[in-house]
């Protein structure tokens, strides 16, 4: 197939080095998702969307953030947030209010129940954060990984997005 000009239109196939590495990340990413979403459940009761949000707001210093910065933070969707912050809630965790900046909007505010939650979830995590990922790399390899990771992670972000976030929770 081709197109004026002479140039294949057809795709490029991943060659056995490229699939290699391709499925490699992919494979390796995946589990370590699954087994340190496994840990942690186990460990502590939370799930992986629980810590994040909860590591989020107890990294703020004000224990507080708008509903629109915690979902840019987090890189989700604003219906993924607010099923989120809807369970937490319910299990005391973290409290919704207005935001006096913004009544079109609403703050996310981490309760003390949910500080010692993440404060005794975080400490386990980490241990096995560093058991199945950070222990397997020398410090030059951690920094290979990081490189290649921001170099994905900054090509994706000059890409045009496909949906732009509603500004108001």
Known sequence: MSYSGGMPTGPRWLGAHE???WRAFKHASYQ??????????QDSGLTQADYEVLAVLSEHPTDRMSAQ???????WEKSRLSHQ???MQKRG???????????????IRLLP????AIEDAAPTHVDHVRQHFIDLFTPAELDTIATLNERVLHHL????????PDPHF
């Open 85 to 87: 912050v809807r369970g």
């Open 19 to 21: 699939d290699r590495a």
């Open 113 to 116: 129940a949910g500080r010692h």
């Open 32 to 41: 370590l998702d699954v087994r340190l979403s496994r840990h942690l459940l």
């Open 69 to 75: 910065e915690l979902c840019s933070t987090l890189t």
């Open 93 to 107: 965790l973290i409290a919704r209010e207005p935001n006096p900046e913004d009544a079109r909007s609403v703050m």
């Open 157 to 164: 972000a000059n890409e045009p997005s496909e949906q732009q």
